[in-house]
Structures are given as structure tokens and as C-alpha cells.
């Protein structure tokens, strides 16, 4: 997939985090958290045997990554704050 293959993908699956766990963000933040978010879910998902297989499973690993990635720094977020 090219670069911006992997943007849009990543814009998509960041788009879809947040709105799945209810945050606010920009463009930016969202191509960012998605793709980031894609690199996280498909180690997680090799960890446990699952390979890749087209950009819908690409766009699914992402989403899966992304939530977990905004979780993660939700809940840095409001230990830091406390």
C-alpha cells in the first residue's frame, strides 16, 4: 500500500476510534491516532496469529489499534490529572 493509501486508511480508522470511544479531535490528530493505531493492532493481532488480508482487515486492525491507543492515553490522562 503507498503513502497514501496508508493516510487515508489512517484518517478513516482514527475517525471511527474516535467516534467509537466518544472524543473530540481534528484531521490531524485522527490520520495520526489511526495510523499509529493500525502498527499497534497488526503486532497485537501477529502476536496472536492473525495476518493481514486486503484494506478492509487492514482498516479493522487500525480501528482495533486506534481505540486501544486512545484508551490507553485516556487513562494516562485522568491519572495525571488526579
Same mark, same amino acid.
Given at each position: 500500500?503507498?503513502?497514501?493509501?496508508?493516510?487515508?486508511?489512517?484518517?478513516?480508522?482514527?475517525?471511527?476510534?474516535? !467516534?467509537?470511544? !466518544?472524543?473530540?479531535?481534528?484531521?490531524?490528530? /485522527?490520520?495520526?491516532? =489511526?495510523?499509529? =493505531? @493500525?502498527?499497534?493492532?497488526?503486532?497485537?493481532?501477529?502476536?496472536?496469529?492473525?495476518?493481514? @488480508?486486503?484494506?478492509?482487515?487492514?482498516?479493522?486492525?487500525?480501528?482495533?489499534?486506534?481505540?486501544?491507543?486512545?484508551?490507553?492515553? @485516556?487513562?494516562?490522562?485522568? !491519572?495525571?490529572? /488526579?
Amino acid at each position: 500500500m503507498s503513502i497514501i493509501g496508508w493516510i487515508i486508511i489512517g484518517a478513516i480508522a482514527g475517525f471511527l476510534a474516535e !467516534k467509537i470511544m !466518544k472524543r473530540d479531535h481534528g484531521l490531524l490528530t /485522527n490520520i495520526v491516532v =489511526g495510523i499509529v =493505531g @493500525g502498527v499497534i493492532g497488526g503486532w497485537l493481532l501477529s502476536l496472536v496469529g492473525l495476518g493481514s @488480508g486486503g484494506w478492509l482487515w487492514t482498516l479493522i486492525t487500525a480501528v482495533i489499534g486506534a481505540c486501544l491507543l486512545l484508551w490507553v492515553v @485516556g487513562a494516562i490522562r485522568s !491519572k495525571a490529572a /488526579n
